[in-house]
């Protein structure tokens, strides 16, 4: 088997993906390239848990600290950054490890990104409203009957897609399965290994947990006031921890409360992120047992390669 051109380290957020990787690079003499929404904004460094200076000292980074929170990001500017990134690590014949726990942008990169229709943001806002007020089965029912081989693709607790589906069929009238092939990823043109990370459920909160609490002892209310007061994007605003703290911030409860909205909300989003991962056929688990370090994790990791090579 050749050997990969890339390589993922997915998985939930506090995971010990970013641990993983660091461990993981020099053996591989990689680079890593963030695979998150916020740790490329310069001013956001606690509440985006960007890998800090000696990290990033051990390991060269891309995408980290690319641009200001009062700008935009999305995922069609991530994989072009990425796209860039992957050419120029691999020109220097080193091997590129995306890292990060966003789904959507993983997606993009390997299967490209589907942009030929146009927003048609009422829709979007109605099949929101209807997804808040009835869940994402009934939507994945609804795209079932409409366009059975998306559906098919689609895991029925993955409402972004499901709506984006339906967005496009109930705009153009055209299934989105019919459109998409237009698209073209790194899938299927070079060798990719898809590494997904996860621990027992309790350990993964109660590291979750840990997190949040580290983020206020380094200074994450102090670091939120004084991001708040620039104009921030609406990708921006959607950061875990903006809104928790600015409540706090606005005297709306205690910071006790802002940390508990933080955990909740983070634990929500690992849960979400690991139903994601789980309706993904390419990727390849690695249970992490209560106990075991980042170390265990990379060394797991390198055997895999290197018994695939083998």
Same mark, same amino acid.
């Given at each position: 088997?050749?050997?990969?051109?890339?390589?993922?380290?997915?998985?939930?957020?506090?995971?010990?993906?970013?641990?993983?990787?660091?461990?993981?690079?020099?053996?591989?003499?990689?680079?890593?390239?963030?695979?998150?929404?916020?740790?490329?904004?310069?001013?956001?460094?606690?509440?985006?848990?960007?890998?800090?200076?000696?990290?990033?000292?051990?390991?060269?980074?891309?995408?980290?600290?690319?641009?200001?929170?009062?700008?935009?990001?999305?995922?069609?500017?991530?994989?072009?950054?990425?796209?860039?990134?992957? %050419? $120029?690590?691999?020109?220097?014949?080193?091997?590129?490890?995306? &890292?990060?726990?966003? #789904?959507?942008?993983? =997606?993009? +990169?390997?299967?490209?990104?589907?942009?030929?229709?146009?927003?048609?943001?009422?829709?979007?806002?109605?099949?929101?409203?209807?997804?808040?007020?009835?869940?994402?089965?009934?939507?994945?029912?609804?795209?079932?009957?409409?366009?059975?081989?998306?559906?098919?693709?689609?895991?029925? %607790? $993955?409402?972004?897609?499901?709506?984006?589906?339906?967005?496009? &069929?109930?705009?153009? #009238?055209?299934?989105? =399965?019919? +459109?998409?092939?237009?698209?073209?990823?790194?899938?299927?043109?070079?060798?990719?290994?898809?590494?997904?990370?996860?621990?027992?459920?309790?350990?993964?909160?109660?590291?979750?947990?840990?997190?949040?609490?580290?983020?206020?002892?380094?200074?994450?209310?102090?670091?939120?006031?004084?991001?708040?007061?620039?104009?921030?994007?609406?990708?921006?605003?959607?950061?875990?921890?903006?809104?928790?703290?600015?409540?706090? +911030?606005?005297?709306?409860?205690?910071?006790?409360?802002?940390?508990?909205?933080?955990?909740?909300?983070?634990?929500?989003?690992?849960?979400?992120?690991?139903?994601?991962?789980?309706?993904?056929?390419?990727?390849?688990?690695?249970?992490?047992?209560?106990?075991?370090?980042?170390?265990?994790?990379?060394?797991?990791?390198?055997?895999?390669?290197?018994?695939?090579?083998?």
């Amino acid at each position: 088997m050749k050997p990969p051109a890339v390589i993922f380290i997915a998985g939930p957020t506090a995971v010990g993906k970013s641990e993983a990787a660091l461990v993981l690079g020099p053996r591989l003499d990689a680079e890593i390239i963030c695979c998150d929404a916020f740790q490329v904004y310069r001013e956001i460094n606690i509440a985006s848990d960007k890998p800090s200076t000696q990290a990033r000292s051990k390991v060269f980074h891309h995408l980290v600290d690319v641009l200001s929170v009062t700008e935009e990001f999305n995922a069609a500017r991530w994989q072009k950054l990425c796209l860039a990134a992957i %050419r $120029d690590v691999r020109s220097r014949g080193k091997m590129p490890l995306i &890292v990060g726990g966003s #789904g959507m942008y993983m =997606s993009v +990169l390997l299967d490209g990104i589907f942009e030929e229709v146009p927003a048609g943001k009422d829709i979007k806002e109605e099949l929101s409203r209807e997804l808040a007020a009835k869940g994402p089965a009934v939507l994945h029912e609804r795209l079932m009957a409409l366009d059975p081989q998306a559906a098919s693709r689609i895991h029925p %607790r $993955d409402p972004q897609r499901i709506i984006r589906a339906l967005q496009v &069929v109930q705009s153009t #009238g055209k299934p989105i =399965s019919q +459109l998409q092939p237009r698209r073209e990823g790194l899938w299927g043109k070079m060798p990719v290994a898809i590494f997904a990370l996860n621990r027992p459920r309790q350990e993964l909160y109660r590291r979750v947990d840990a997190r949040v609490e580290g983020m206020f002892a380094q200074g994450i209310v102090e670091e939120i006031q004084k991001v708040s007061r620039l104009p921030l994007s609406a990708t921006a605003r959607k950061l875990i921890g903006i809104p928790e703290v600015t409540g706090y +911030l606005n005297g709306e409860y205690d910071l006790d409360r802002a940390k508990y909205l933080m955990k909740l909300h983070t634990r929500h989003y690992a849960k979400r992120q690991l139903t994601w991962f789980r309706g993904q056929e390419r990727l390849r688990w690695i249970d992490i047992a209560a106990g075991q370090s980042a170390q265990d994790a990379a060394e797991i990791i390198a055997r895999h390669i290197e018994d695939d090579q083998g």
